[in-house]
């Protein structure tokens, strides 16, 4: 028993070190030495638990979608009981993921390889727990009739769907100079561009949802941003239950 248990420890720290490295390196550049360096085992010991590269990619990826699913429903469990709307859900879960992203090198690993790996892939979205997610309440809304006449539930997913995918992308390059700022109107004060990402969705939040929401429903606007502001962090307990 404890041979597997020792077994298993390796399989997992290979598992997290292959993580960082996709993360960083991206999948062509990262190689089966350089994981198993990381991981601080032989180049051995990593084959005997993942033969090939792909099978570790594989593996990633899969732990990837599980941390992912669970910060996502998450997010929507905790609107449900207080009237939380479609529109409601669909900011609270962008804030949730761009939080796993900022934390957890395998949601972000996951994310680059689906990226890189993509001519694998069955379809834009078919295996993504964030995406599937996404059009799900895109299409609620729509059922809600809190989006604007002649706004497409398929295109807001799309464009949210990019939103996330932008985001997520330039937390990958460097911060702006400290001196560099956004664009503000006349009287207003700009804001410095290396601010956090969850502070730049919610400026991208605060452009697009006049454009999506119907008239009738405004009220959800407000509710949705104090609600994504006071989400409960509980996701990253349950990620971490799941990954152990």
């Given at each position: 028993?404890?041979?597997?248990?020792?077994?298993?420890?390796?399989?997992?720290e290979i598992l997290?070190?292959?993580?960082?490295?996709?993360?960083?390196?991206?999948?062509?550049?990262?190689?089966?030495?350089?994981?198993?360096?990381?991981?601080?085992?032989?180049?051995?010991?990593?084959?005997?638990?993942?033969?090939?590269?792909?099978?570790?990619?594989?593996?990633?990826?899969?732990?990837?979608?599980?941390?992912?699913?669970?910060?996502?429903?998450?997010?929507?469990?905790?609107?449900?009981?207080?009237?939380?709307?479609?529109?409601?859900?669909?900011?609270?879960?962008?804030?949730?993921?761009?939080?796993?992203?900022?934390?957890?090198?395998?949601?972000?690993?996951?994310?680059?390889?689906?990226?890189?790996?993509?001519?694998?892939?069955?379809?834009?979205?078919?295996?993504?727990?964030?995406?599937?997610?996404?059009?799900?309440?895109?299409?609620?809304?729509?059922?809600?009739?809190?989006?604007?006449?002649?706004?497409?539930?398929?295109?807001?997913?799309?464009?949210?769907?990019?939103?996330?995918?932008?985001?997520?992308?330039?937390?990958?390059?460097?911060?702006?100079?400290a001196d560099e700022?956004?664009?503000?109107?006349?009287?207003?004060?700009?804001?410095?561009?290396?601010?956090?990402?969850?502070?730049?969705?919610?400026?991208?939040?605060?452009l697009i949802l006049?454009?999506?929401?119907?008239?009738?429903?405004?009220?959800?606007?407000?509710?949705?941003?104090?609600?994504?502001?006071?989400?409960?962090?509980?996701?990253?307990?349950?990620?971490?239950?799941?990954?152990?």
């Open positions: 028993m404890a041979i597997q248990q020792r077994a298993e420890r390796t399989r997992q997290s070190s292959a993580a960082r490295v996709f993360d960083r390196e991206g999948y062509e550049r990262a190689s089966l030495a350089r994981i198993a360096g990381e991981a601080r085992v032989t180049t051995g010991a990593l084959v005997f638990h993942f033969a090939t590269k792909s099978d570790l990619a594989t593996a990633v990826r899969g732990r990837a979608r599980a941390v992912t699913r669970v910060t996502v429903e998450s997010a929507c469990l905790s609107m449900e009981g207080v009237g939380g709307t479609a529109i409601d859900k669909l900011v609270i879960t962008t804030h949730a993921l761009i939080r796993l992203f900022e934390t957890d090198s395998v949601a972000r690993a996951g994310e680059r390889l689906a990226r890189e790996l993509q001519s694998t892939d069955p379809g834009p979205g078919q295996d993504c727990p964030w995406r599937r997610e996404v059009g799900r309440l895109a299409r609620f809304a729509a059922a809600e009739k809190a989006l604007r006449p002649g706004v497409d539930a398929t295109a807001v997913a799309a464009l949210i769907g990019y939103v996330i995918t932008g985001v997520e992308l330039e937390m990958r390059v460097p911060s702006a100079p700022l956004w664009p503000a109107p006349a009287g207003h004060n700009p804001a410095p561009l290396h601010d956090p990402a969850e502070e730049r969705l919610r400026r991208i939040w605060e006049p454009g999506l929401v119907h008239p009738s429903a405004q009220a959800a606007r407000t509710a949705a941003q104090g609600a994504a502001q006071a989400a409960p962090k509980a996701a990253s307990q349950e990620r971490s239950a799941t990954a152990s």
